[in-house]
């Protein structure tokens, strides 16, 4: 069936280096493409998001690339920092008709980063 | 700008009762989306509502509500709670309803059916 899913359940990254986050989609139809950072006890926190005519989006200090070819998204964070720490969602945006749109979320990726 | 806000952070209820969660948006956001976030299932999309009207829905049972109301706020209602009830609901809200406009959540109102 059509889902988000991601890669890896837990990433563990030494402070400072970069952290790589992926995420597989599988509809096609989607146009528009969500991260979120989720630290315990808040809700999901935006970062930064992708048009599907779009292949890559730059933020302060997050970089998102869609790879429509294969379906893929990544999020990296340059120089990861304690701050970090957090549960990491991607969203697929997916218009249902008459102009709303359904968020469909992968199962997370819990980063860790370790002083 | 304030964020969203959901009252009450926690409520614990027993089985059979029913709930009122209460959201408030964005100031200016007239979508509101609603979510049940469990750790086996992660985050499910139960409806959204936009001008007061229920535009999209996800597969939740019909025990599952909600409203909005003419200033944007919006309530969800949960009837005959069961324990698989138990979860964060999390509402969030966004200028319009489009394809290209993020959701903004709030921290949710964590739920405990005993």
């Known amino acids: 069936g059509e889902s988000v899913g991601l890669h890896l359940p837990t990433l563990s990254v030494q402070e400072g280096d970069n952290s790589i986050i992926n995420c597989a989609y599988s509809?096609?139809?989607?146009?528009?493409f969500i991260w979120y950072k989720q630290e315990s006890g808040k809700g999901p926190q935006f970062i930064i998001d992708?048009?599907?005519?779009?292949d890559k989006r730059q933020g302060q200090r997050v970089t998102v690339l869609l790879n429509k070819t294969v379906k893929h998204l990544s999020l990296q964070i340059a120089a990861t920092q304690p701050g970090d720490s957090a549960v990491y969602f991607c969203a697929e945006n997916r218009d249902s008709g008459a102009g709303s749109y359904q968020l469909t979320f992968g199962k997370g990726t819990k980063l860790s980063v370790i002083p | 700008k304030a964020g969203v806000t959901q009252t009450p952070r926690y409520l614990i209820k027993t089985r059979g009762q029913q709930v009122t969660l209460s959201c408030s948006p964005i100031?200016?956001?007239?979508?509101v989306s609603w979510y049940q976030q469990t750790p086996g299932q992660g985050l499910q999309f139960l409806f959204e509502y936009f001008s007061e009207t229920q535009r999209n829905k996800g597969n939740f049972p019909g025990r599952f509500s909600g409203r909005q109301f003419s200033n944007s706020r919006s309530e969800m209602n949960v009837s005959t709670l069961e324990l698989g009830d138990s979860a964060l609901y999390l509402c969030a809200s966004s200028l319009a309803s489009a394809s290209n406009s993020p959701l903004h959540f709030g921290n949710g109102t964590r739920l405990t059916v005993t």
């Open positions: 992708i048009r599907s005519n779009m």
């Open positions: 100031s200016g956001h007239r979508s």
């Open positions: 509809n096609s139809a989607s146009d528009y």
